[in-house]
């Protein structure tokens, strides 16, 4: 008789069990996560009824795996682009949610008498929500194209950004058990420098990778390389001092630049979900319902501080952020809940030995509970909103609408602002690139040429030719790369005020390029022969060389744009924070909607539902502001702009179901909503809409207009516009920042 492994049958009761749950599950439409977690705690050792598992520790590893394909495939949701365009919104909201969650987190752990290191990951674990969770619900609640739902996804781009950095910083503080304030800040500019790195080396190395060999790649290659890649990132990672989870991400959020991006989130589904219900299932399997009765208190606690303290810290950053009471709940209530990354949190603090074994179970079922609430919550968020408008004074209502518009309102950003910026990229880039190749000089490259040299000597000089003629590009950009904006210009011309910190800005970038020049020198030469080196050799060498140098760089430079824009897009990760409710969405033309065959002159969609559609797509080509006598067709896909209750009426006539992602823009969409304050200088002060040409100009629309706190939505062309005024366009976002001069 053939023996079966232990693991063999370990696996078949987890998916056995899994299976049937998740049915169970599906049927209640209840979110299949749940599921997974109850058959691991009916399988589990903490519940005798049912048969158990007995290889514990190849279960673990196999749910290390599980945390790993979970990681990369957020990654691959992530993508650095979408940290770009989350906008301030988002950044404010999240980090001010973020910062007072893990407050309330450590002091409830304090309060309760719990450890230091309990009470820090405690802090954590409700600091997260669910990004899984909220876009099933969603997606099931059919909410996606309302205006609250970008804001949502916005922030939860900041949240998965800050839960990576949280893994970090809680395994240093957990380890040292105390807040050393240098250490704090060495593991974070480690981190910092680490992300900087790849994302630099990743998004101009790999997107050239795949273009490559993109004739070769099937579907079973794409999976098995971009398997490779991540697993070996998680290698790099775990060696560079950082954990397995923390490179799954990384390489996931390298990939998703890429154009093979979907096709490899598409392949690696079946994957990510089979390994992902083994890591929920090993997540159900550490519950202990002791436990949980022991401590049903402190589990009640913390399910009231996750609802409340979400709902409130999410909306009064909403609020303070600019966006309006009413979306600004919504979203709160939306993230009130905690999910996948509090198990990857609460597992860490197992895996380092140094949390109790209680908080692991107890965060399980924080989570359960604020999972089941989730959909109740988004439901609950309108009405919530009218019985506090009711009960708010009127006084204080109208003054959040005048902030929200106030702090929405665009203006001219300063020249300062635009040069510091360029000065921080050009000098962070490089001297991270520039580092990077030090490191790696001293620690690899120089071992490796002494190994196969007899004198020690010309090691050093090998390996400082080699490593000069890698940074040279990098040293020229830290010192001569101009800023192309006309900022720059402005500046110097006013000698008075701007001269003198411009020069000092340039001394900065020379003197950070002659300390790196001198570091590596000074590893392998006395400070006599490093200062010859460089006043005989290096400047000399830069001078002759400057055009090559230049040129070089500017392939350089051209290849890392390349990459980064390489990516299709479809609609799936912008956000449009307008007032109103008044927001972008897309919708795809169903082949049995009425609109099929009529002209928008025809249609009226303006005078009959308040909508303008701003840009039609028909296969690959686009209509930007479509003319009155465009033609819709079936499989179109349309981009209007209405409020939520005009879209959700719209939505009908346009589609059986909504489409993936619609009330997002696509990354290299060319339409924006700007709102532009009117000021007496701009040409078009005192003329009507039809006469300031606006449309001609930025190929776009007047969709809005405020005057006086009154607010005009779709304003009549012959509506003068006056000095004071906020006029909303819908048009091409590059037109509309170089006619009204926003950076």
């Known amino acids: 008789m053939n023996h079966v492994p232990q693991l063999i049958v370990d696996l078949a009761l987890i998916l056995g069990a899994a299976g049937i ?50 990681l990369f495939n957020l990654g691959l949701e992530f993508s650095f682009k979408k940290l ?20 309330c987190g450590y002091t409830a752990g304090r309060i309760m008498g719990w450890s230091f290191t309990d009470s820090l990951f405690l802090g954590g674990i409700i600091a997260i929500s669910s990004t899984t969770i909220i876009i099933r619900a969603f997606d099931e609640l059919r909410v996606k194209t ?56 990743g998004i101009f190395l790999f997107p050239s990778f795949l273009r490559t060999f993109k004739k070769l790649f ?5 999976l098995i390389t971009s398997i490779a890649l991540c697993f070996l990132m998680v290698v790099i990672a775990t060696k560079a001092g950082f954990s397995a989870a923390l490179g799954a991400f990384i390489m996931g959020s390298m990939l998703a630049e890429t154009t093979q991006a979907e096709k490899i989130e598409h392949l690696l589904k079946s994957v990510k979900e089979l390994f992902g219900a083994i890591f929920f299932v090993s997540v159900g399997m550490l519950i202990d319902p002791q436990v949980l009765v ?12 996750v609802i409340i303290g979400k709902t409130v810290f999410v909306t009064t950053g909403a609020l303070i952020a600019g966006q309006s009471l009413r979306t600004s709940i919504q979203a709160g209530m939306s993230l009130s809940q905690i999910g996948e990354f509090s198990f990857i949190i609460a597992n860490l603090g197992l895996s380092l030995g140094v949390v109790s074994k209680f908080l692991y179970p107890i965060a399980v079922g924080v989570s359960v509970i604020t999972t089941f609430t989730t959909p109740y919550m988004i439901k609950a968020a309108v009405p919530f909103y009218g019985w506090v408008k009711r009960k708010m004074p009127e006084r204080w209502y109208h003054s959040l609408n005048r902030y929200s518009n106030t702090t929405q309102t665009i203006n001219a950003s300063s020249h300062w602002d635009e040069v510091l910026k360029d000065y921080a990229q050009v000098i962070v880039t490089n001297s991270v690139v520039i580092v990077a190749l030090l490191l790696i000089a001293s620690n690899f490259l120089f071992p490796i040429v002494q190994q196969r040299m007899l004198d020690p000597i010309w090691g050093g000089i090998i390996t400082t030719v080699l490593t000069l003629l890698t940074m040279a590009p990098f040293l020229w950009a830290l010192i001569f790369k101009r800023s192309k904006r006309s900022s720059y210009k402005a500046l110097w011309v006013d000698r008075k005020f701007n001269r003198g910190p411009l020069v000092l800005l340039e001394l900065l970038r020379v ?23 460089t006043a005989l050799i290096i400047i000399p060498s830069f001078v002759l060389f400057y055009r090559k140098l230049q040129q070089f760089y500017h392939r350089i430079e051209l290849r890392f744009i390349q990459n980064f824009h390489s990516r299709e897009q479809d609609g799936k990760s912008k956000y449009i924070l307008p007032p109103w409710n ?19 002159l025809h249609l009226k969609l303006r005078e009959k539902y308040g909508i303008n559609v701003v840009m039609i797509e028909r296969g690959s080509r686009r209509i930007l502001l479509p003319n009155q006598h465009q033609v819709l067709f079936p499989s179109d896909r349309i981009e209007v702009i209405g409020t939520d209750e005009q879209l959700s009426v719209f939505r009908s006539l346009v589609e059986s179901t909504p489409a993936n992602g619609e009330n997002f823009l696509a990354e290299d969409n060319p339409i924006a909503l700007e709102h532009i304050k009117v000021l007496n200088a701009h040409p078009f002060t005192g003329q009507t809409i039809r006469e300031s040409r606006i449309r001609e ?13 009154q607010r005009i939505l779709n304003p009549d062309s012959t509506e003068v516009i006056k000095p004071g005024d906020v006029i909303w366009i819908a048009g091409d976002k590059k037109l509309i920042k170089q006619i009204f001069h926003i950076s």
């Open 582 to 600: 008044a927001h972008l969405a897309f919708f795809d033309i169903s082949p049995d909607s009425p609109l099929v065959g009529k002209s928008l």
């Open 146 to 201: 309302q205006q609250f739902t970008s804001v949502v996804m916005g922030i939860l781009v900041i949240e998965d950004l800050a839960a990576v950095l949280l893994m970090v910083l809680l395994s240093t503080m957990a380890i040292s058990q105390q807040f050393a304030g240098v250490e704090m800040l060495v593991s974070v500019g480690k981190l910092l420098f680490f992300l900087i790195l790849w994302f630099l080396g």
């Open 84 to 103: 770009m365009v989350v906008g301030s919104t988002a950044a404010v909201t999240g980090l001010f949610e973020i910062v007072f969650m893990l407050l």
């Open 294 to 305: 022991q401590y049903a208190l402190p589990l009640a606690l913390l399910v009231l501080i």
């Open 21 to 70: 749950t998740t049915l169970i599950f599906r049927r209640l439409k209840q979110p299949l996560v749940l599921g997974y977690i109850l058959a691991g705690l009916l399988v589990g050792p903490n519940f005798p009824l049912f048969p158990t598992i007995l290889d514990l520790e190849s279960i673990r590893i196999w749910a290390e795996i599980g945390v790993i394909f979970l």
């Open 697 to 709: 100009y930025t190929n776009g629309l007047i969709v809005g207009l405020e005057r006086n706190g």
């Open 218 to 222: 099937n579907d079973e290659t794409i």
């Open 511 to 533: 003197s950070l390029a002659l300390l790196y020049a001198s570091l590596l020198l000074n590893t392998f030469f006395s400070i006599e022969v490093a200062t010859t080196i």
